[in-house]
């Protein structure tokens, strides 16, 4: 079982709608949780974080952590195309201290 | 503006060669990472550095060195000994190695023949 999991995509969604990225995880002792953009051929942009369960809300994104379930996701209300990335999730295992990447899910915006 | 500098952007060697990337940070943060990227790939940690002189081996250091002589630099050499050098080398910084957030330079993006 990998640490971090995320389906792969692409995930396509029509311009304004609801975008929903999900992540799990292996390791229940995890703290920090972690949502990078990564537009091609660039760096990782830090678009979230999170730490207790519940959702944290920014501008257009919601990112949710339930856990119990450990399981922790990203919402992008009203999608728009400058969106369509690839969305990273990183977790901080609780014995480590080292960032642990998802493969990403690449996401998709249509006009 | 502060921020994290890596170069050269695009760097080309030939087999059997060491190369040495840079990155500089001048975010006054204490940890540095070294990740590399492979196409359709997560990042894997490479090297971390909590402080100035002191540095960690990632996931896969295997022909890989660093060194952190002064707090805002993290250089990264590449040598001959590693298998599959070309990949996207993503250098990050956060205030402290643990929970915080980790923020990435723009990457060098190294290509061996």
């Known amino acids: 079982q990998k640490e971090v999991e995320q389906n792969s995509g692409p995930l396509s969604v029509p311009e304004g709608a609801i975008a929903s990225l999900n992540c799990t995880y292996s390791d229940r002792g995890s703290q920090s949780f972690f949502w990078y953009r990564q537009y091609s051929g660039k760096s990782p942009e830090l678009i979230m974080s999170?730490?207790?369960?519940g959702d944290k809300e920014d501008g257009r994104f919601t990112a949710q952590l339930n856990k119990a379930s450990q399981y922790v996701s990203l919402l992008i209300r009203d999608s728009q195309p400058s969106d369509s990335a690839t969305y990273l999730c990183?977790?901080?295992?609780?014995?480590?201290?080292?960032?642990?990447f998802g493969q990403g899910t690449t996401l998709q915006v249509k006009p | 503006d502060g921020g994290i500098t890596q170069s050269p952007k695009y760097l080309f060697r030939k087999e059997g060669q060491n190369v040495t990337l840079s990155c500089e940070q001048n975010?006054?943060?204490?940890?540095m990472y070294w990740y590399r990227q492979d196409p359709g790939q997560g990042l894997r940690l490479i090297y971390y550095s909590q402080i100035v002189n002191d540095f960690q081996k990632g996931d896969i250091a295997e022909g890989y060195s660093v060194s952190r002589e002064k707090k805002e630099s993290f250089p990264l050499t590449v040598t001959s000994a590693q298998k599959n050098p070309t990949a996207f080398y993503l250098c990050?910084?956060?205030?402290?190695?643990?929970?915080?957030?980790?923020?990435f330079g723009p990457g060098t993006r190294l290509t061996v023949t």
């Open positions: 975010l006054n943060h204490d940890a």
């Open positions: 999170i730490y207790s369960n």
């Open positions: 990050a910084s956060s205030i402290a190695q643990g929970g915080n957030e980790q923020y």
């Open positions: 990183a977790v901080i295992p609780g014995n480590t201290g080292k960032l642990i």
